[in-house]
């Protein structure tokens, strides 16, 4: 394949489980209230597998195949795929090499991307990559995660099982066609030394035994999250960041149609917009209904809003994602 020009987001599909589990549900089960998740968070309900044995893969199947549909392709157009997820089916193989057989592409490489609430524009970084220089033509990049088995629903783990819901986004990267279209620079960071205020220490290859019994007893098994340090981060990296996707992208801040931050909290994303003059009414907000799905939650508010009317061919979309590593992102994209 020759390199093209531009690549572009062709494509978007989203899916979440069935099963709705409100602020009311977990009070039941932790010491907690709606009226303080709401007023910490923004988020009202999240979606949560209705059964074991449902993985991050099997909730990217129906995605893939919405953002395929969007896109006009059939699963046999797809050249590689790249999944983000912090909540992968298994400790390995990659949740892509599940995700490509469930699809039937059978010998298209899978690359699985851990770089949890960035993992979406790492992922696209690469995407891009492959598609601007001829590698791939069409690369499907999912993002997915399945928390609600990996998280402490319990008043020793209320701080940070509130915040986390189940759900998929897709979307196929493939060459741009039109004049303008296509994803701009995209601005990646992290920072080891934050790594353990957002982070599941156990199971560890860095112990031998990887896990003990002590440890599942201490709940080192679970996340765990210095709250407070990381809302800082967020409100401060997200709009240095997304400030410097602009200026690359030659584009101000009143030409964006429609941002997509992540989902971590709605408090940070009404900070963020503050800081870089969006108005609140371009943002998508669907915390309330999801909670933070992680490495889902930009294609999943992109795939909604695209759908709902909020853009469409020729706008100037933006993204920016903060999260635990830390890593920190953001690019535009003329679609
Ligand atoms: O996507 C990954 C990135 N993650 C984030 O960006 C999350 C960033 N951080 C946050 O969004 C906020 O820090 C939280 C929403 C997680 C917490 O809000 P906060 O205002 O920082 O609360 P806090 O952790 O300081 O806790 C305040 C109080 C504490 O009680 P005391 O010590 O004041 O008596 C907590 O024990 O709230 C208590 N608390 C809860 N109460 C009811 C903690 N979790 C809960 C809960 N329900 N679920």
Known sequence: MKPVHASTILGVGHHVPSKVVTNHDLAKI????????????????????ERSGIGASDLAVPASQMALEHAGLAAKDIDAIIFATLSPDHNFPGSGCFLGDKLGLHGVPALDVRNQCTGFLYGLSIADAWVRSGVYRNVLLVGAEVHSTGIELADRGRDVAVLFGDGAGAAIIGPATAEGQGIKPIHLHADGSGAKE??????ASAYDPRLTKEMLDEGRHFPSMNGKQVFRWAVEKMPEVAKQALESAQLTA?????????????????MVCAKLGIPEAKAVANIE???????ATIPLGLSEAWREGRCARGSNVLFAAFGSGFTWGACAVTL
């Open 30 to 49: 932790m010491n907690t209230s709606d009226e303080w998740i709401q007023q910490r968070t923004g988020i009202k309900e999240r979606r949560y597998i």
């Open 198 to 203: 957002l982070w599941v220490e156990a199971p």
């Open 254 to 270: 009143d030409q964006i149609d429609l941002f997509v931050p992540h989902q971590a909290n709605l408090r940070i994303n009404q």
């Open 289 to 295: 209904r999801y909670g933070n799905t992680t490495a």
